[in-house]
């Protein structure tokens, strides 16, 4: 069964940072395209990034210029490294992945749909 699992949250000030990791248990390769999701109490889950398997990235307007998605294929293992927190920028945070479908970054940027999710792990931003 494929698992994720995300580590890494916690509750910083503002200004600070944080380092995201998701581990992907039960898999054999590395999907084509994965992202980072984040979602605050009583609002919509929001996109913050995408990464295909070659590294390539896209990053919502919101945190773009603070945060660098990167991906360990061998580790199985993806990561969210977000700078200059803002109090906005408490969420559950979300990694995803699709191993039923594997498709392209373009196809998820486009309102696409990822199959398997982590639990989330919960970032708190104080001013």
């Known amino acids: 069964q494929v698992q994720l699992v995300e580590s890494g949250g916690g509750s910083v000030q503002a200004g600070g940072s944080l380092r995201l990791s998701c581990a992907a248990f039960g898999v054999t390769y590395s999907p084509n395209c994965m992202g980072w999701f984040r979602q605050a109490p009583g609002k919509e889950r929001e996109g913050v990034g995408l990464?295909?398997?070659?590294?390539?990235?896209t990053y919502a307007e919101s945190v773009k210029g603070r945060v660098i998605i990167s991906r360990d294929n061998a580790k199985n293992t993806l990561f969210l490294q977000i700078d200059s927190l803002k109090p906005e920028d408490t969420a559950m945070y979300y990694c995803?992945?699709?191993?039923?479908?594997?498709?392209?970054?373009?196809?998820?940027?486009?309102?696409?749909?990822?199959?398997?999710w982590g639990q989330g792990t919960q970032v708190t931003v104080s001013s």
């Open positions: 990464i295909n398997i070659v590294g390539e990235t």
């Open positions: 995803a992945a699709d191993w039923r479908n594997s498709r392209s970054c373009d196809y998820y940027a486009r309102a696409g749909r990822f199959h398997n």
